[in-house]
Each structure stands twice: as structure tokens, then as C-alpha cells.
């Protein structure tokens, strides 16, 4: 049992900018004869494929992200669900200095969500294209991308269906290449994978 950190809430940036917090944590300090929640099992909050998986870079840590096409989603979820409508990508902020990203294939005649998981105390045994099945354990949390505190970082995103990040994706720290920097980039700053608060997909009555 976890409870949003309120703390650090959901706060989306300005088109372009990296800063404010795209996602929701979620932790707790004391439950019952346990304190804090490192190395709890992380659940796939819904069924889905694989859509990357990074190695320990800055800011996310180990994450893994995965993808499930709105078609699988069932009517009465979509009813509820605030989907953003398409925007056309924009230009990092002068400060991100963002290298070309990868080539990434997609469908961008189809739209997905895409849920990233971050901070997970160990590199993600799960790969690219493996299915997911809701409530499957997809690792464990963590303190990992120098997190002050352990805790489960989730984000929600929209985008078109199919996208896989081949590699890990970092931005900050000496450890990261174009490549990383690129498919950060496209995720947080481009636009294409639109941010949606966490909150109201995990709230939907069913």
C-alpha cells in the first residue's frame, strides 16, 4: 500500500522546458512494522508491451516504460480517461542543448498510452516487445537516478502506437551520449508524448 507523495505533485512545464514534475511519486515512510518501501515489488498498472528499458542514467534511474494501445482500453475507462488532444512537437528550450534523436518508428495513425516507471532499484529484467500483463511485477523500488528519498516515479504519457526507445535515455551527468540525450529529449520535451496527471488514469472507476 502506497500513498502519493504530495510533496512533489504532478506540475507540467512550460512547452519545451524540462523543468516542474511530469509524473506522480508514490512512497510511504511507516506501514505497520515496515518503514519505507525500497525493494517493494512494482505492478504493471495495466496490460501492455515493452517500450524501453534503461540503464541507471540521470534523472530516472532504472525505468522501464510500458505501452498499451487505447484500443485495449475498455469503453467505459475511455469515457473517463482526459486524453490531450495531438499537438504538433516544439523546440527544446535554449538551456537543452538536445542532440538528433534515434530514428523511431511509430504509427501515428494510432495512439497509445505509455506509462514509465522510474527510480526501480535494479536494471529491469523484462526486454523491448515482451508482454506485460496487468499487476505483473516489473521490478522493485528504488532509490536509483539520485532520488533523495526511495520512492515509485510514474508517468503517464500519449503517444503513437508502437514507439520502442532502443537504449537507455538520460539527459544529465557525464555518463550519457547523444543517443540517450536524443530519445530523452523526444520523451519529456518534444510534445509527441503528451503529459497526462497520473492521478487520472489511476482513478478511474470501473
Not at 523546440?91 to 516507471?117: G, K, T
Not at 551520449?177 to 482513478?203: I, K
Amino acid at each position: 500500500m502506497c500513498i502519493r507523495d504530495s510533496s512533489n505533485p504532478y506540475q507540467p512545464p512550460r512547452p519545451g522546458y524540462d523543468d516542474g514534475h511530469h509524473g506522480a511519486d508514490f512512497a510511504y515512510y511507516r506501514f505497520k512494522d515496515r518503514i519505507g518501501i525500497a525493494g517493494l515489488p512494482i505492478h504493471s498498472v495495466m496490460d501492455g508491451w515493452v517500450a524501453a528499458v534503461s540503464d541507471l542514467r540521470l534523472p530516472y534511474g532504472y525505468l522501464i516504460i510500458i505501452e498499451t494501445p487505447l484500443e485495449m482500453l475498455p469503453p467505459q475507462w475511455m469515457a473517463q480517461i482526459h486524453l490531450p488532444q495531438p499537438e504538433p512537437t516544439v523546440l527544446p528550450a535554449p538551456a537543452m542543448i538536445c542532440p538528433p534523436p534515434p530514428v523511431l518508428n511509430y504509427d501515428s495513425s494510432r495512439r497509445s498510452l505509455y506509462l514509465l516507471y522510474a527510480h526501480m532499484q535494479e536494471a529491469p529484467s523484462l526486454h523491448i516487445g515482451q508482454p506485460v500483463q496487468c499487476g505483473q511485477t516489473i521490478g522493485l523500488v528504488g532509490t536509483s537516478g539520485e532520488s533523495v528519498q526511495e520512492h515509485l516515479h510514474l508517468e503517464t504519457r500519449l503517444g503513437p502506437s508502437g514507439a520502442r526507445f532502443e537504449g537507455s535515455m538520460g539527459f544529465y551527468g557525464s555518463q550519457r551520449n547523444d543517443a540517450e540525450a536524443g530519445l530523452y529529449c523526444l520523451w519529456r520535451v518534444s510534445g509527441l508524448f503528451q503529459m497526462m496527471d497520473p492521478l487520472h488514469l489511476l482513478t478511474i472507476q470501473p
